[in-house]
């Protein structure tokens, strides 16, 4: 399997509306939070969730979460990012 590329190495606060969302596991949509398509031809697909009411929640930027879309701290474990 690929590995993701990793976008960010924190977590992205964001305030969610009720609806369904697509979360990008690639790592390579423009944002890094929602998918824009970018895993067109990788292994990727992205991972559907559904928002109940307004909530605030922090989604993975680095693509290594064990609770996608969710961070669960796994961006600690990886080397620094390069710029």
């Keep these: 399997m690929e ?16 609806g369904v ?5 690639c790592g390579k949509s423009k944002d890094g939070k929602f998918c824009d398509g970018a895993h ?3 292994d990727f697909v992205p991972k559907k969730f559904n928002i109940d ?13 064990e ?5 669960d701290g796994a961006h600690r474990k990886l ?4 710029s």
């Design 3 to 18: 590995t993701p590329h990793v976008f960010d190495n924190k977590p992205k606060s964001v305030t969610l509306m009720p």
């Design 21 to 25: 969302y697509y979360f990008c596991r």
């Design 40 to 42: 067109k031809g990788t």
């Design 53 to 65: 009411e307004p909530t605030s929640v922090y989604l993975c930027m680095c693509k290594n979460t």
């Design 67 to 71: 609770n996608a879309p969710y961070c």
């Design 79 to 82: 080397p620094p990012k390069e």
